[in-house]
C-alpha cells in the first residue's frame, strides 16, 4: 500500500518560495508507474490541480501557475518536492501530493496525502 | 481549458434517500471522468474512477455513469458517514491539464 506524507514550513512571507516535500513509502518512486502531482485547497473552497511529474521527461503545470512553479523527483529519498515562487495571501492552502493511477484507473488521483497548511503571510 | 461544472452545489437529504449529482464537461472527454468524496480536514476519497468503475473498498451504494459530456454521481440509499462534499475531475485534457468541478456539499435534511 503506498503512503504519501507532505512536509515543509507552515508558514511563509509574501514574495517567498513555497517549498514542500512529498516522501513516499511503500513503493519505489522511479518504479515508473506512477505520475506523481500536487493539488491545493484554500480555505472553504475547492481544489485546484497544481502539476505532475513522472521520474523522466518534462513536468506538466497548470498553466494558471506555470510561471511561478517547479516540481521535481529525488529518486535518492524517495521524494517529490513542489516549489512555487512569489507567493502571496492567495497561495494560502492546504496543499496535498497524490498519486496519479495509471490508464487502467482513468488516471484519477488514487492515493493522498493528508494535507499540509501553508499560510502566506508576513 | 476544459471546465467542469456540477449540481447542485449544495443538496440536503435524508437518510436512505437516493442522491444525484451531475456533472457537465465544456466538451467531451471521453469517459475521463472521476469521483471524489472529501470530509472536512480529510484529504479527498477516490470513489469512481473512468466514469463508472467503483474504486475498491467503496460501497456498492455509489455508482457513476456517463461519457462525453454529461456525468452523474448516485447514491442509492444514503448513509450517515456520507454527508459529505463531492467533487468530479477530468483527466482527459490535451494539453495537459486536470480540472475539478467546484463541488457539491451533501447536507442532512
Known amino acids: 500500500q503506498v503512503q504519501l506524507q507532505e512536509s515543509g514550513p507552515g508558514l511563509v512571507k509574501p514574495s517567498q518560495t513555497l517549498s514542500l516535500t512529498c516522501t513516499v513509502s511503500?513503493?519505489?518512486?522511479?518504479?515508473?508507474?506512477?505520475?506523481w502531482t500536487w493539488i491545493r485547497q484554500p480555505a472553504g473552497k475547492g481544489l485546484e490541480w497544481i502539476g505532475r511529474?513522472?521520474?523522466?521527461?518534462?513536468?506538466n503545470y497548470n498553466p494558471s501557475l506555470k510561471s511561478r512553479v517547479t516540481m521535481s523527483v529525488d529518486t535518492s529519498k524517495n521524494q517529490f518536492s513542489l516549489k512555487l515562487s512569489s507567493v502571496t495571501a492567495a497561495d494560502t492552502a492546504v496543499y496535498y501530493c497524490a498519486i496519479v493511477g495509471g490508464e487502467n484507473s482513468g488516471y484519477s488521483f488514487d492515493h493522498w496525502g493528508q494535507g499540509t497548511l501553508v499560510t502566506v503571510s508576513s | 481549458d476544459i471546465q467542469m461544472t456540477q449540481s447542485p452545489s449544495s443538496l440536503s437529504a435524508s437518510v436512505g434517500d437516493r442522491v444525484t449529482i451531475t456533472c457537465r464537461a465544456s466538451q467531451s472527454i471521453s469517459n475521463f471522468l472521476n469521483w471524489y468524496q472529501q470530509k472536512p480536514g480529510k484529504a479527498p476519497k477516490l470513489l469512481i474512477y473512468a466514469a463508472s468503475n467503483l474504486q475498491g473498498g467503496v460501497p456498492s451504494r455509489f455508482s457513476g455513469s456517463g461519457s462525453g459530456t454529461d456525468f452523474t454521481l448516485t447514491i442509492s440509499s444514503l448513509q450517515p458517514e456520507d454527508f459529505a462534499t463531492y467533487y468530479c475531475q477530468q483527466s482527459y485534457s490535451t494539453p495537459f491539464m486536470y480540472t475539478f468541478g467546484q463541488g457539491t456539499k451533501l447536507e442532512i435534511k
Open positions: 511503500g513503493d519505489s518512486i522511479s518504479s515508473g508507474s506512477y505520475y
Open positions: 511529474i513522472y521520474t523522466s521527461g518534462s513536468p
